[in-house]
C-alpha cells in the first residue's frame, strides 16, 4: 500500500505496524533511505543551495511496494549561494 510519511514518522512505523514488516525484515531496503538523502544533498548542494533546516520532520518518505522515495521539503530558510551567502531561497 503506498504511502506518504515524514522520516520519523516512518522509522516509528516500521517498528510498530506488522504491515511495515517487509522494511525490518530487509535492512537493504532501508539503505536505500541514506543514499537518496545523500543523493539529494548531492543534487541541492549541485544547485548551490543550502537547506539550513534539516531534520526527521523535514524529510518525506514515499513508500511504493518495496520501493523507498525520499524528499526534502521546507525550503523557507534555505540559503541560494548562487545569489550571495545572505540570500534566502525562500518557498516550502
Known amino acids: 500500500k503506498p504511502g506518504l510519511y515524514t522520516l ?8 510498530d505496524e506488522p504491515n511495515m514488516q517487509i522494511y525490518r ?3 537493504e531496503l532501508l539503505d536505500s533511505i541514506v ?7 548531492l543534487d ?3 544547485k548551490q543551495v543550502i537547506h539550513t533546516d534539516l531534520d526527521v520532520t523535514n524529510i ?3 513508500t511504493r511496494g518495496e520501493e ?3 524528499q526534502y521539503i521546507d525550503f523557507a530558510g534555505a540559503i541560494n549561494l548562487a545569489q550571495g551567502p545572505s540570500s ?3 518557498g516550502t
Open 44 to 46: 541541492i548542494h549541485a
Open 68 to 70: 523507498l522515495i525520499c
Open 8 to 15: 520519523n514518522k516512518f522509522m516509528q512505523r516500521i517498528n
Open 25 to 27: 525484515q530487509h535492512p
Open 60 to 62: 518525506i518518505v514515499r
Open 35 to 41: 543514499f537518496s538523502l545523500l543523493q539529494g544533498l
Open 88 to 90: 534566502k531561497y525562500g
